[in-house]
């Protein structure tokens, strides 16, 4: 069973930075592939970003595209999502995301077996 605990939410202004992390445990994290998503108040949840097992591969959001960016670290069990130039429409809860059944789980929320608790983004204006 995957575990999957994410951390580093909190309130930012816009136009600042934040990272989040995303610690796995409980399987070979190497052979997981992983995503970030993201729920704002009253909308669905929606893709953020991508990364294969190996991290070679990577997708973002139109979004967030040149703002964001998503890595790994194997030997840490880590993904990581570094944001930049916030906006306060990125506001919202961000979830981290895996599956072990693909090389590279894109941008399709049921292509992840393994979902974390998600933590807070706040953008202010």
């Known amino acids: 069973q995957v575990q999957l605990v994410e951390s580093g939410g909190g309130l930012v202004q816009a136009g600042g930075s934040l990272s989040v992390s995303c610690a796995s445990s409980?399987?070979?994290?190497?052979?997981?592939?992983m995503g970030w998503f993201r729920q704002a108040p009253g909308k669905e949840r929606e893709f953020v970003a991508a990364?294969?097992?190996?991290?070679?591969?990577?997708d973002y959001a139109d979004s967030v595209k040149g703002r964001f960016t998503i890595s790994r670290d194997n030997a840490k069990n880590a993904v990581y999502l570094q944001m930049n130039s916030l906006k306060p429409d990125d506001t919202a809860v961000y979830y981290c995301a895996a599956t072990m059944t693909r090389f590279y789980g894109g941008s399709n929320s049921i292509n992840y077996d393994y979902w974390g608790q998600g933590t807070q983004v706040t953008v202010s204006s």
């Open positions: 409980g399987h070979t994290f190497r052979s997981l592939a």
């Open positions: 990364i294969s097992w190996s991290g070679t591969s990577t």
